[in-house]
């Protein structure tokens, strides 16, 4: 456990902390009475309570959505299946700033809305919601639907039996055993919904502003960095409860419920309402999910010859300094140097929270989950004012980069392994050992061979999620080397047709690599390496 504990003390912790001691501790005195004052203004009240507001509307319009879709994967079984699942987990993979960027080409400016109806909802927050199911709706599908698919039917149908009708059965019997699984996605819903920076930041404009985006204007546009430690705090508080309570309702799922093999729930659907409920859920797909990402692709084929992608060869821009199409190299090579350093700390910790128990494990799981939650911007900017002096000058260092974004895979690495590793009978480690076995040896015979596939997975995991990272990556990419998010942001933040056209290009490639990514995902995952 120590270099996990080490990896996030000096990469997480310190430079968080370094921020908020930066912005509230001045010629060594502290100056507490600035939380108050920052929370007393009433243009942070707002962002305070649109941030939360825009959360809560977000959670509840995915579950109304995602819902029906967790019933028809859970339940049914038609042809293309496995192809519908990858193609609706595919927008939560991809970056935040693909994702606003294919709503913006289809409620934007020139937009497909504003072509055939003269009607734009950009700036609006109409923008963010859609935005925001369209990124979160396979988090409710996998999560609930993998715990639906688990679950004996024949409670239902005998409740049936005795005269209850469908919905009733399904109150009393069905919803009951799935609430901890919902809880559980809504929680983690309103947790990314909470933290949103790339949509709102795209999407937003400049009259909408959450907690993530408010950090980032006050740390680089202001410079207020007193102003952003507090908000840095309130949200870290935030994102506390919020993992504590998700910790509770999935100890509940894991330990409350008796499972069946998902493969002997799902059959044909039968009848004309269970035909028409997975037509629905087709239509739901094309125009959520398939539209968006479709449109991106069109407005990036809107220059003939393939313009704007023959464009990303040259910086006639003069944003960067080098072409665009640089990029993609530069966020592949940080993506693999990430997903090793992932790996590497993620596996370590994963066997470690297998091997033991207690609190202070529990309180290291929690800490694992905090970088999902916690102001990516912060981490970024306190990478800056942290890391800036021996023995840990990295500022002009390339591993910077893959530092930050391993943060993130981390989480996803550990949640993918640990239930594999838990599966593994701990005797057959035991015999091992005795027979004379190291602990390595029994890792490498006993462990490596049951959990190899879910390592795969959890490498392309790690590899889609931080080839997809903005919030810090924003802060630290340099402009010789900039990431494929961060090239098309600053494309983006740019006028002229030229520009919007070769962050569409951009927006399709980064899409393309993610989508890739999750196929080969499938092909890997198995029923015990979770859903996620």
Known sequence: MALPVVFFGVFFAHP??????????????????????????????????????????????????????????????????????????????????????????????????????????????????????????????????????????????????????????????????????VAAAALMVFLFTFTSFGVVQILGGPTFSTLEVEIYRQTSEIFDLSTAAVLTLVQFAAVGLILAVHAWTVRRRETALRLVDASLTARRPRGAGQWALLGAVLVTVVVLILLPLGVLVERSLDAPGFGYYKALTSDESGIFLVPPIEAVGNSLRYAAAATAIALLVGGLAAAALTRRAGRLVRGFDALLMLPLGVSAVTVGFGFLIALDEPPLDLRSSWILVPLAQALVGVPFVVRTMLPVLRAVDERLREAAAVLGASPWRV??????????????????????????????????????????????????????????????????????????????????????????
């Not at 494929?484 to 399709?508: C, D, F, I, K, W």
């Not at 990514?517 to 029923?527: A, F, N």
Request: aromatic share 10%; proline share 4%.
């Open 443 to 532: 890792w490498r015979e006993v462990d490596l061979p049951m959990v190899r596939r879910a390592l795969l997975v959890a490498a392309g995991f790690a590899f889609a999620v931080s080839l997809g990272e903005f919030g810090a990556t924003v802060f630290i990419a340099r402009a010789d080397n900039p990431t494929l998010p961060v090239a098309v942001a600053r494309l983006l933040g740019r006028p002229g047709e030229l520009n919007y056209g070769q962050a569409m290009a951009l927006s399709t490639i980064l899409m393309v690599v993610c989508a890739v990514s999750l196929l080969v995902l499938e092909r890997l995952r198995t029923d015990r390496t979770g859903e996620f």
């Open 16 to 181: 968080v902390a370094a921020i908020v001691v930066r912005g509230l501790k001045a010629e060594g005195t502290w100056h507490l009475g600035r939380i108050g004052e920052v929370l007393a203004d009433a243009g942070i009240r707002h962002v305070l309570w649109f941030t939360t507001w825009q959360a809560l509307v977000s959670t509840a319009l995915t579950l109304v959505i995602a819902l029906p879709g967790a019933y028809v994967f859970a339940r049914f079984d038609f042809r293309g299946k496995e192809l519908l699942r990858a193609v609706v987990t595919v927008p939560f993979v991809l970056p935040t700033v693909v994702v606003g960027t294919a709503f913006l080409a289809l409620v934007g400016r020139g937009g497909l809305f504003d072509e055939l109806w003269g009607m734009r909802l950009d700036t609006t927050v109409w923008a963010i919601l859609l935005a925001h199911v369209f990124f979160n709706y396979a988090v409710v599908v996998r999560t609930v639907g993998g715990l639906w698919s688990q679950l004996d039917p024949r409670q239902e149908e005998a409740a049936r039996m005795l005269g209850a009708s469908p919905f009733a059965a399904w109150r009393k019997v069905t919803l009951p055993a799935l609430a901890p699984a």
